[in-house]
Nanobody
Framework: QVQLVESGGGLVQTGGSLRLSCVASGRTFSNYAMGWFRQAPGKEREFVALISTSGGNTRYADFVKGRFTISRDNAKNTIYLQMNSLNPEDTAVYYC??????????????????WGQGTQVTVSS
């Protein structure tokens, strides 16, 4: 069974930075694309970033381009989300997720079968 555990959330002022981490259990971590999503109160869960199995390819939502960076360390079964220039609109619960199928590159939450419990990010103005 795959388990994902996020950490690194917290309260930060506008313009600040946070680094989220997500540790995955299991031996096949490097075979799957991984993603970050977020969900703000009263809103649907939305795609934030995606990284390929090797880490060589990434994709971002338009609203985070140039501010957030996704990375992974397959030796540690971990992905990261470095978030810079945060603003109050970034306030949300952030989730990491593993693609359901190896070889896929999903930006929709429907493409992910395993999710972490989420970590709260709050940006004050």
């Amino acid at each position: 069974q795959v388990q994902l555990v996020e950490s690194g959330g917290g309260l930060v002022q506008t313009g600040g930075s946070l680094r989220l981490s997500c540790v995955a259990s299991g031996r096949t971590f490097s075979n799957y694309a991984m993603g970050w999503f977020r969900q703000a109160p009263g809103k649907e869960r939305e795609f934030v970033a995606l990284i390929s199995t090797s880490g060589g390819n990434t994709r971002y939502a338009d609203f985070v381009k140039g501010r957030f960076t996704i990375s992974r360390d397959n030796a540690k079964n971990t992905i990261y989300l470095q978030m810079n220039s945060l603003n109050p609109e970034d306030t949300a619960v952030y989730y990491c997720a593993r693609a359901t199928y190896s070889g896929t590159w999903p930006t929709s939450s429907n493409g992910y079968g395993y999710w972490g419990q989420g970590t709260q990010v709050t940006v004050s103005s």
